[in-house]
């Protein structure tokens, strides 16, 4: 089992060309750091780890690699990523991810000894700030209900979810099929960020937040479009340029429907 | 004269087979429960039966309704109703432990994790019924409202706080609600001041914020010090706990 724990510290992101033994790296998701995953499936992790089917193994491998690995952050992480997803043209280092050869493979670095790393705590705070802030709005307008605020939340997740598949569908058509789906997940809740700003707008100057909403989607999509550029170059096959060129553009124009929708907050289901 | 019906002669199991006659009907005017279960030394379930009337349950299990008997000095076979629990503690509520735990909340400065180390949530759904009374009182039926609010919260802050807590994070379900449960103590006390303060100011919104900031401090100290592995993500779980209660001051202010 300690060799397991060990396993469990880094993430699942392979390299290409390395095909991780997937027999051991069920055994580390399974046997890895959180008790909610060890809880929450039960009889039904134990059935799923304990399984030898191979193809059962490698898909969860494929589509969740390690969590714990997302939320191994600090303080100064979270400050520092913070004024880089809202000022990236601000970022004056390189934007690769550090990669260490760990028993015997390359894996990137835990977001709390690399800036550029993706976590899951800042999407998820920041999601959950912007729920707090609509409701804020929708008071301040008179609409607020929790009914309404439930159907914030539930946009917001479906929004969240589009771009997150979105971005995946997009490297997997190009690239090698091999960007995690949590780093997707990570990426695309960045934008919420931008997103809050942008409802803090709304919340103080009633007219000129669309300055403000025009400002934080060029960096949001800046900041998109530079680590997915990063993802991939390194990992897609073929190097069409036009092709990734055009994708970029896409991607950094991607935020800019999300945040405008999204920060007029109304109480209706949809709209 | 007694044999204008036929009557069957019905047998009691314990009085042997009275001969049909003036007996049976003493016998039969005798109030009884309607059913009575069999309550039997040899049954194997404890079944707690209450006696309804003077007579005596009888011993032996026999046909459904066989029913006490009138004149029956026979000793009930289950649970007499001294021997059982206190109904309290039964069910596991401890209204001192609760009040303790409460008034521990009241002090924002000091967090006492001692008193909260069992974790328990008759004191939670105590305080869940007083804000939902105090925001009926504001003209608010949020029952099933905040009582969702509080499963989602206590869910994500147990996410949260495990995840960040990575190896030796050990915080459980129960403890997490029962904490974020009785934290609301200042969110209660928020809603019934907030009857008072008038609507749409800027001092209903400084209210709510020390409030909000007493409950979050509270939360954030007894989750430290309850669980492991919380110490260095302090302050990360702090925004945490800061965006439950704005969510629940929300449902209060507007």
Same mark, same amino acid.
């Given at each position: ?93 390189? $934007?690769?991810? !550090?990669?260490?050869? /760990? ?8 977001? /709390? ?15 959950? &700030? ?54 997707? /997940?990570?990426?695309?809740?960045? &934008? ?10 709304? !919340? ?10 025009? $400002? &934080?989607?060029?960096?949001?999509? /800046? ?42 907050? &109304?109480?209706? $289901? !949809?709209? | 004269?007694?044999?204008? *019906? ?25 109030? @009884?429960?309607? +059913? ?5 030394? @040899? ?6 039966? *209450?006696?309804? #009337? ?10 459904? +309704?066989? #029913? ?12 007499? +109703? ?13 209204? %001192? ?20 180390? %069992? ?14 009374? *105090? ?8 029952? #099933? ?26 915080? %459980? ?80 202010? +507007?």
């Amino acid at each position: 089992m300690s060799t397991d724990e060990n396993l469990g510290f880094q993430s699942g992101v392979p390299i290409p060309g390395l095909n991780p033994p997937s027999n051991q790296f069920g055994n580390a998701f399974c046997g890895a750091g959180s008790g909610l995953i060890r809880e929450g499936l039960g009889a039904y992790g134990k059935r799923i780890c304990g399984s030898s089917s191979q193809y059962v193994q490698s898909n969860i491998i494929k589509c969740f690699s390690d969590p714990q690995y997302y939320f191994q952050v600090n303080a100064h992480y979270v400050r520092n990523k913070l004024k880089i997803i809202l000022f990236p043209f601000l970022h004056r280092g390189h $934007w690769t991810r !550090i990669t260490e050869p /760990i028993g015997g493979r390359l894996s990137y670095n835990p977001p /709390i000894n690399d800036i550029n790393a993706p976590d899951l705590y800042i999407p998820f705070m920041t999601f959950a &700030t912007y729920l707090v802030l609509a409701g804020i709005s929708l008071g301040l307008s008179g609409k607020f209900s929790p009914e309404a605020l439930n159907w914030q939340f539930v946009k917001g997740m479906a929004s969240w979810l589009f771009q997150a598949m979105l971005l995946k569908a997009s490297l997997t058509s190009l690239g090698g099929g091999e960007a995690p789906l949590l780093d997707m /997940i990570a990426y695309a809740g960045y &934008t919420f960020t931008g997103l809050c700003v942008a409802v803090v707008g709304r !919340i103080t100057l009633s007219y000129a937040y669309y300055l403000i909403v025009i $400002w &934080t989607s060029m960096c949001s999509g /800046i900041f998109l479009a530079k680590t997915i550029k990063l993802t991939l170059y390194a990992e897609a096959r073929s190097y069409d340029v036009t092709i990734h060129n055009y994708l970029l553009l896409g991607i950094a124009f991607s935020p800019f429907p999300f945040i405008f929708c999204l920060s007029n907050p &109304t109480g209706n $289901w !949809i709209s | 004269m007694t044999k204008e *019906f036929a009557v069957p002669p019905v047998v009691f199991p314990s009085g042997g087979n009275p001969s049909a006659g003036s007996n049976n009907i003493q016998q039969r005017r005798v109030a @009884t429960a309607p +059913f009575q279960p069999p309550r039997s030394s @040899t049954s194997s379930i404890p079944f707690m039966s *209450f006696d309804i #009337g003077s007579a005596a349950a009888s011993s032996s299990s026999g046909p459904l +309704f066989g #029913g006490p008997i009138g004149s029956g000095g026979s000793v009930p076979g289950g649970t007499s +109703f001294e021997d059982e629990e206190p109904l309290l503690d039964e069910l596991g509520i401890h209204p %001192d432990q609760i009040w303790r735990k409460t008034k521990s909340i009241l002090n924002p400065f000091r967090a006492n994790p001692a008193v909260h180390k %069992d974790s328990d949530l008759s004191g939670p759904i105590l305080l869940y019924m007083s804000l939902c009374l *105090f925001q009926l009182l504001a003209g608010k039926i949020q029952f #099933g409202v905040i009582l969702g609010w509080i499963v989602v919260s206590s869910i994500f802050l147990y996410v949260v706080f495990n995840m960040l807590a990575g190896r030796n994070g050990n915080l %459980d379900l129960h403890r997490c609600t029962s904490v974020v449960g009785y934290c609301l103590l200042p969110v209660v006390i928020l809603s019934a001041a907030s009857l008072f303060v008038p609507q749409g100011g800027t001092f209903r919104f400084a209210v709510a914020g020390v409030f909000v900031l007493w409950a979050t401090r509270v939360c954030t100290a007894l989750m430290v010090a309850l669980a492991d592995g919380g110490d260095e993500h302090r302050g990360l779980i702090a925004y945490a706990c800061f965006l439950i209660y704005t969510l629940f001051s929300l449902l209060v202010i +507007f």
